[in-house]
């Protein structure tokens, strides 16, 4: 068992799809270990896509990623970072395959719903980014 990082994204927060895609989430059978909606500041946002900062759209996906609550979790799987990924699907929702949360529920590549950590070692950094040890639960 190992431990990924999804975040739910202001898009499909506002559209009222939590609930929707916590349920995708559980049927595809990850535990939620750890979950909490919170606001990021523009700053905060910056840092977490820091990885990102010299992209073109960084100005867009920061100001997007910060003007309203997201979802942030924490799931369990067998292969939980490359499992999430697969049922997200293709950051493109135009690219993602049929069954995948981005196509039923991603409006264009910046507003795509869903987040996941793209390694192992990522995880362990985005879910340190907004959890702390005593808010998994294990
Ligand atoms: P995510 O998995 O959160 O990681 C980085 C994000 O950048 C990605 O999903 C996309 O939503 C976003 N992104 C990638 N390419 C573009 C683009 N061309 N324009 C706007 N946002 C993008």
């Known amino acids: 068992m190992n431990q990924t990082f999804a975040m739910i ?9 939590t609930g929707k895609i916590i349920n ?16 990021l500041s523009l700053q905060d946002a910056q840092n977490f896509y820091a990885v990102h900062k010299e992209r073109p ?16 979790l924490v799931l369990q799987k067998d292969n939980a970072y ?5 049922l ?15 196509k039923e529920f991603g409006q264009s ?6 987040h996941g950590s793209d ?9 340190s980014f907004f959890f702390s040890q005593f808010e998994i639960n294990r």
């Open 9 to 17: 994204k202001p898009d499909a927060v506002e559209r009222g799809l």
């Open 24 to 39: 995708r989430i559980e049927e595809a059978g990850f535990t939620i270990v750890a979950m909490k909606k919170v606001q």
């Open 57 to 72: 759209f960084f100005g867009e996906l920061t100001q997007f990623m910060s003007r309203s609550p997201i979802v942030a």
């Open 82 to 86: 490359s499992a999430w990924r697969d």
């Open 88 to 102: 997200m699907g293709a950051t493109n929702p135009t690219e993602a395959a049929d069954g995948t949360i981005r």
């Open 109 to 114: 590549i910046g507003e795509n719903a869903t």
């Open 119 to 127: 390694s192992e070692e990522n995880a362990i950094a985005e879910i």
